[in-house]
Protein backbone atom coordinates (compact mmCIF):
# COMPACT_ATOMS: atom_id res chain seq x y z
CA UNK A 1 0.00 0.00 0.00
CA UNK A 2 2.77 2.32 1.12
CA UNK A 3 4.92 1.85 -2.69
CA UNK A 4 1.55 2.03 -4.60
CA UNK A 5 0.59 5.44 -2.72
CA UNK A 6 4.54 6.84 -3.32
CA UNK A 7 3.97 6.10 -7.11
CA UNK A 8 0.77 7.65 -7.42
CA UNK A 9 2.59 10.96 -5.20
CA UNK A 10 4.99 11.07 -7.73
CA UNK A 11 3.29 10.37 -10.79
CA UNK A 12 1.47 13.23 -10.13
CA UNK A 13 3.62 15.67 -8.50
CA UNK A 14 3.16 19.11 -9.48
CA UNK A 15 5.60 22.52 -9.77
CA UNK A 16 4.94 25.85 -9.63
CA UNK A 17 6.79 28.93 -9.26
CA UNK A 18 6.00 32.15 -9.81
CA UNK A 19 7.97 35.89 -9.46
CA UNK A 20 11.57 34.37 -9.48
CA UNK A 21 13.92 37.66 -9.66
CA UNK A 22 17.72 37.00 -9.16
CA UNK A 23 19.76 40.02 -8.82
CA UNK A 24 23.75 40.48 -8.56
CA UNK A 25 24.67 44.16 -8.15
CA UNK A 26 28.51 45.17 -8.67
CA UNK A 27 28.82 48.76 -7.28
CA UNK A 28 32.39 49.10 -7.45
CA UNK A 29 31.72 49.26 -11.46
CA UNK A 30 30.10 52.26 -11.14
CA UNK A 31 31.37 56.18 -10.11
CA UNK A 32 27.80 57.52 -8.97
CA UNK A 33 27.24 56.73 -5.00
CA UNK A 34 24.32 54.15 -4.35
CA UNK A 35 24.47 52.98 -8.36
CA UNK A 36 25.68 49.63 -9.30
CA UNK A 37 26.00 47.71 -12.08
CA UNK A 38 23.24 44.76 -12.04
CA UNK A 39 22.56 41.24 -13.77
CA UNK A 40 19.28 39.91 -13.45
CA UNK A 41 17.77 36.89 -14.55
CA UNK A 42 13.83 37.00 -13.92
CA UNK A 43 11.35 34.43 -14.65
CA UNK A 44 7.43 35.02 -14.69
CA UNK A 45 5.84 31.98 -13.71
CA UNK A 46 6.66 27.98 -14.31
CA UNK A 47 4.34 24.78 -14.01
CA UNK A 48 5.35 21.19 -14.01
CA UNK A 49 2.04 19.07 -14.04
CA UNK A 50 1.08 15.85 -15.42
CA UNK A 51 -0.47 15.72 -18.59
CA UNK A 52 -2.77 13.18 -20.90
CA UNK A 53 -1.51 12.25 -24.44
CA UNK A 54 -3.39 15.43 -25.59
CA UNK A 55 -0.54 17.30 -22.94
CA UNK A 56 -4.10 18.63 -21.16
CA UNK A 57 -3.35 18.32 -17.04
CA UNK A 58 -4.50 14.98 -15.57
CA UNK A 59 -4.24 13.58 -12.23
CA UNK A 60 -3.08 9.80 -13.08
CA UNK A 61 -5.16 6.89 -10.87
CA UNK A 62 -3.73 3.71 -12.61
CA UNK A 63 -0.42 3.00 -10.49
CA UNK A 64 0.62 0.34 -13.31
CA UNK A 65 0.33 3.30 -16.43
CA UNK A 66 3.11 2.16 -19.17
CA UNK A 67 3.53 5.69 -20.47
CA UNK A 68 3.53 8.87 -18.09
CA UNK A 69 3.33 12.50 -19.52
CA UNK A 70 5.02 15.53 -17.80
CA UNK A 71 4.66 19.15 -19.59
CA UNK A 72 6.52 21.75 -18.34
CA UNK A 73 5.09 25.24 -19.13
CA UNK A 74 7.30 28.60 -18.58
CA UNK A 75 6.58 31.90 -18.97
CA UNK A 76 8.25 35.47 -19.31
CA UNK A 77 11.85 33.96 -18.72
CA UNK A 78 14.55 37.18 -19.40
CA UNK A 79 18.19 38.23 -18.47
CA UNK A 80 18.87 41.75 -18.20
CA UNK A 81 22.46 43.75 -17.69
CA UNK A 82 21.82 47.44 -16.31
CA UNK A 83 25.05 49.19 -16.70
CA UNK A 84 23.98 52.05 -14.24
CA UNK A 85 21.26 51.31 -12.03
CA UNK A 86 20.02 52.70 -8.59
CA UNK A 87 20.62 49.92 -5.70
CA UNK A 88 18.00 48.24 -4.53
CA UNK A 89 17.94 48.35 -0.54
CA UNK A 90 14.68 45.84 0.03
CA UNK A 91 13.75 42.66 -1.31
CA UNK A 92 10.25 43.99 -2.26
CA UNK A 93 11.23 45.97 -4.81
CA UNK A 94 12.62 43.05 -7.16
CA UNK A 95 8.65 42.58 -7.62
CA UNK A 96 8.54 45.53 -9.65
CA UNK A 97 10.41 44.28 -12.52
CA UNK A 98 7.26 42.09 -13.49
CA UNK A 99 5.20 45.74 -13.18
CA UNK A 100 7.23 47.65 -15.51
CA UNK A 101 10.65 46.37 -17.17
CA UNK A 102 10.87 48.65 -19.93
CA UNK A 103 13.77 50.58 -18.05
CA UNK A 104 15.71 47.19 -17.83
CA UNK A 105 18.40 46.32 -20.74
CA UNK A 106 17.89 43.35 -21.75
CA UNK A 107 20.51 40.18 -23.01
CA UNK A 108 17.96 37.76 -23.46
CA UNK A 109 14.49 39.68 -23.64
CA UNK A 110 11.36 38.21 -21.70
CA UNK A 111 9.77 34.53 -23.89
CA UNK A 112 7.79 32.10 -23.24
CA UNK A 113 8.71 28.37 -23.64
CA UNK A 114 7.63 24.75 -22.82
CA UNK A 115 9.13 20.89 -22.46
CA UNK A 116 6.98 18.36 -22.80
CA UNK A 117 8.41 14.57 -21.42
CA UNK A 118 6.98 11.47 -22.23
CA UNK A 119 8.39 8.77 -20.09
CA UNK A 120 7.96 4.53 -20.52
CA UNK A 121 7.22 3.29 -16.98
CA UNK A 122 8.07 -0.28 -18.32
CA UNK A 123 12.07 -1.19 -17.15
CA UNK A 124 12.37 -3.15 -20.41
CA UNK A 125 10.33 -1.25 -23.39
CA UNK A 126 12.08 -2.30 -26.05
CA UNK A 127 15.37 -1.05 -28.56
CA UNK A 128 12.34 0.58 -30.90
CA UNK A 129 10.57 2.44 -28.06
CA UNK A 130 13.02 5.12 -26.44
CA UNK A 131 12.75 5.11 -22.37
CA UNK A 132 12.66 8.92 -22.40
CA UNK A 133 11.35 11.52 -25.23
CA UNK A 134 11.46 15.09 -25.02
CA UNK A 135 10.03 17.52 -26.62
CA UNK A 136 10.83 21.66 -26.12
CA UNK A 137 9.64 24.74 -27.94
CA UNK A 138 9.78 28.62 -27.29
CA UNK A 139 7.05 30.92 -27.86
CA UNK A 140 8.75 34.52 -29.05
CA UNK A 141 11.96 35.83 -30.66
CA UNK A 142 15.18 34.34 -29.35
CA UNK A 143 17.80 36.01 -29.39
CA UNK A 144 21.11 37.88 -27.34
CA UNK A 145 21.79 41.89 -27.19
CA UNK A 146 25.09 43.27 -25.90
CA UNK A 147 26.31 46.54 -26.02
CA UNK A 148 30.17 47.27 -25.46
CA UNK A 149 29.27 48.94 -22.54
CA UNK A 150 27.30 45.67 -21.00
CA UNK A 151 30.13 43.77 -22.45
CA UNK A 152 33.15 45.86 -20.47
CA UNK A 153 30.62 45.66 -17.28
CA UNK A 154 30.41 41.86 -17.51
CA UNK A 155 34.37 41.67 -18.12
CA UNK A 156 33.89 43.91 -15.04
CA UNK A 157 31.57 41.32 -12.85
CA UNK A 158 33.62 38.54 -14.07
CA UNK A 159 37.03 39.52 -12.74
CA UNK A 160 34.87 40.25 -9.17
CA UNK A 161 33.84 36.42 -9.27
CA UNK A 162 37.05 35.62 -10.41
CA UNK A 163 38.86 37.28 -7.48
CA UNK A 164 36.20 36.05 -5.03
CA UNK A 165 37.20 32.26 -6.35
CA UNK A 166 40.61 32.98 -6.36
CA UNK A 167 40.47 33.68 -2.46
CA UNK A 168 38.63 29.97 -1.94
CA UNK A 169 41.11 28.36 -4.28
CA UNK A 170 44.19 30.15 -1.99
CA UNK A 171 42.18 29.28 1.23
CA UNK A 172 41.47 25.62 0.11
CA UNK A 173 44.66 24.90 -2.43
CA UNK A 174 47.16 27.46 -1.58
CA UNK A 175 47.97 30.54 -4.03
CA UNK A 176 47.31 30.21 -7.96
CA UNK A 177 48.86 32.73 -9.76
CA UNK A 178 48.15 34.22 -13.20
CA UNK A 179 49.98 34.94 -16.30
CA UNK A 180 51.90 38.26 -16.95
CA UNK A 181 54.64 40.25 -16.11
CA UNK A 182 54.54 43.45 -14.14
CA UNK A 183 55.65 44.75 -16.98
CA UNK A 184 52.79 43.59 -19.08
CA UNK A 185 50.29 45.14 -16.62
CA UNK A 186 51.74 48.85 -16.85
CA UNK A 187 51.68 48.52 -20.50
CA UNK A 188 48.02 47.24 -20.95
CA UNK A 189 46.67 49.63 -17.59
CA UNK A 190 48.24 52.51 -20.19
CA UNK A 191 47.04 51.90 -22.95
CA UNK A 192 43.80 50.65 -22.06
CA UNK A 193 43.23 53.60 -20.35
CA UNK A 194 44.12 55.75 -23.21
CA UNK A 195 41.11 53.57 -24.72
CA UNK A 196 38.66 54.86 -22.63
CA UNK A 197 37.21 58.75 -21.99
CA UNK A 198 40.67 59.79 -20.06
CA UNK A 199 40.77 62.89 -22.39
CA UNK A 200 43.50 64.94 -21.32
CA UNK A 201 45.82 61.66 -22.53
CA UNK A 202 46.50 61.12 -26.58
CA UNK A 203 44.59 58.40 -28.57
CA UNK A 204 46.55 55.62 -29.06
CA UNK A 205 48.53 55.83 -32.27
CA UNK A 206 48.77 52.60 -35.02
CA UNK A 207 52.11 51.48 -33.61
CA UNK A 208 50.51 51.61 -29.86
CA UNK A 209 47.26 50.13 -31.36
CA UNK A 210 49.41 47.20 -32.88
CA UNK A 211 51.01 47.00 -29.47
CA UNK A 212 47.76 46.63 -27.43
CA UNK A 213 46.30 44.43 -29.74
CA UNK A 214 49.75 41.86 -29.39
CA UNK A 215 48.83 42.22 -25.54
CA UNK A 216 45.03 41.19 -25.73
CA UNK A 217 46.36 38.32 -27.95
CA UNK A 218 48.81 36.86 -25.86
CA UNK A 219 47.19 37.68 -22.17
CA UNK A 220 45.32 35.34 -20.09
CA UNK A 221 41.57 36.14 -19.97
CA UNK A 222 42.32 36.50 -15.77
CA UNK A 223 44.76 38.90 -16.62
CA UNK A 224 43.04 41.27 -19.24
CA UNK A 225 40.03 41.41 -16.43
CA UNK A 226 42.99 42.35 -13.78
CA UNK A 227 44.44 44.68 -15.70
CA UNK A 228 41.27 46.09 -17.42
CA UNK A 229 39.58 46.58 -13.56
CA UNK A 230 42.61 48.51 -12.80
CA UNK A 231 42.47 50.78 -15.77
CA UNK A 232 38.90 51.59 -14.40
CA UNK A 233 39.47 52.12 -10.74
CA UNK A 234 42.35 54.70 -11.40
CA UNK A 235 39.93 56.49 -13.69
CA UNK A 236 37.37 57.06 -11.65
CA UNK A 237 39.77 58.62 -8.86
CA UNK A 238 40.43 61.14 -12.21
CA UNK A 239 36.74 61.82 -13.23
CA UNK A 240 34.71 64.47 -12.30
CA UNK A 241 32.20 63.73 -9.87
CA UNK A 242 29.10 62.47 -11.74
CA UNK A 243 30.83 61.44 -14.99
CA UNK A 244 30.95 57.58 -15.73
CA UNK A 245 33.50 55.55 -17.06
CA UNK A 246 32.89 54.69 -20.44
CA UNK A 247 34.98 54.42 -24.06
CA UNK A 248 36.79 56.98 -25.88
CA UNK A 249 34.10 56.45 -28.72
CA UNK A 250 31.04 56.63 -26.78
CA UNK A 251 32.40 60.09 -25.04
CA UNK A 252 32.69 61.10 -28.36
CA UNK A 253 29.13 60.55 -29.30
CA UNK A 254 27.77 62.14 -26.06
CA UNK A 255 29.92 64.79 -26.24
CA UNK A 256 28.78 65.41 -30.37
CA UNK A 257 25.27 64.94 -28.74
CA UNK A 258 25.72 67.23 -26.31
CA UNK A 259 27.36 70.04 -28.63
CA UNK A 260 24.80 70.26 -30.77
CA UNK A 261 22.27 70.70 -27.74
CA UNK A 262 24.27 73.85 -26.14
CA UNK A 263 24.92 74.93 -29.68
CA UNK A 264 20.78 74.85 -30.75
CA UNK A 265 20.28 77.10 -27.02
CA UNK A 266 23.03 79.09 -27.81
CA UNK A 267 21.96 80.21 -31.10
CA UNK A 268 18.08 81.06 -30.42
CA UNK A 269 18.95 82.50 -27.35
CA UNK A 270 21.44 84.72 -29.48
CA UNK A 271 25.20 83.89 -27.59
CA UNK A 272 26.70 82.09 -30.57
CA UNK A 273 28.31 79.15 -30.96
CA UNK A 274 28.70 76.91 -27.68
CA UNK A 275 30.59 73.98 -27.49
CA UNK A 276 31.74 71.48 -24.71
CA UNK A 277 35.91 71.19 -24.54
CA UNK A 278 37.34 68.21 -22.65
CA UNK A 279 38.24 68.71 -19.43
CA UNK A 280 41.05 67.61 -17.58
CA UNK A 281 41.44 65.50 -14.44
CA UNK A 282 40.55 66.03 -11.14
CA UNK A 283 43.22 64.47 -9.59
CA UNK A 284 47.02 64.07 -12.45
CA UNK A 285 48.64 61.38 -13.36
CA UNK A 286 51.46 62.42 -10.90
CA UNK A 287 48.97 63.02 -8.44
CA UNK A 288 47.55 59.51 -9.20
CA UNK A 289 50.64 57.61 -8.00
CA UNK A 290 50.48 58.87 -4.44
CA UNK A 291 46.60 56.70 -4.74
CA UNK A 292 48.05 53.11 -5.64
CA UNK A 293 48.02 51.70 -2.57
CA UNK A 294 44.49 52.90 -2.10
CA UNK A 295 43.32 51.71 -5.28
CA UNK A 296 44.90 48.10 -4.60
CA UNK A 297 43.39 47.71 -1.77
CA UNK A 298 40.02 48.89 -2.95
CA UNK A 299 40.51 46.31 -5.52
CA UNK A 300 41.67 43.93 -3.13
CA UNK A 301 44.93 43.10 -5.15
CA UNK A 302 48.35 42.45 -4.08
CA UNK A 303 51.31 43.72 -6.19
CA UNK A 304 53.93 41.59 -4.80
CA UNK A 305 52.24 38.41 -6.25
CA UNK A 306 53.08 39.29 -9.78
CA UNK A 307 56.61 40.01 -8.41
CA UNK A 308 56.46 35.97 -6.75
CA UNK A 309 55.40 35.08 -10.03
CA UNK A 310 58.23 36.22 -11.72
CA UNK A 311 60.33 35.03 -9.88
CA UNK A 312 59.56 31.88 -10.54
Known sequence: WTEKLTTKIVNNLQISLRRVHIRYEAPT???????ACCLGV????????????LWKEKFVNDVKAEVLYKKLDM???AIYLNTNSEQLNEAQHLSSYFRENSNYHHLVPPLGGFVKLTMQTDTSPGLKIPKNKVECGFEGALGIKLSEYQYRCLLGMLSVINRVQGKLSRVLEGINFEAGTSQDKEAYVTLYKRTL??????????????????????????????????AIAKLRHQLKDGEVVMTREEWKKQNEK????????AYYLGWGKSSKKAEGPKVTESELESKTEE?????????????????Q
Open 295 to 311: IYRQMDYNPEDDLKVEE
Open 75 to 77: KQL
Open 29 to 35: LVSKPKF
Open 197 to 230: NATWLPELTTEEKGKFDQLERRLTFECLARYRNE
Open 42 to 53: CLGEINVNTTDE
Open 258 to 265: DNSISSSV
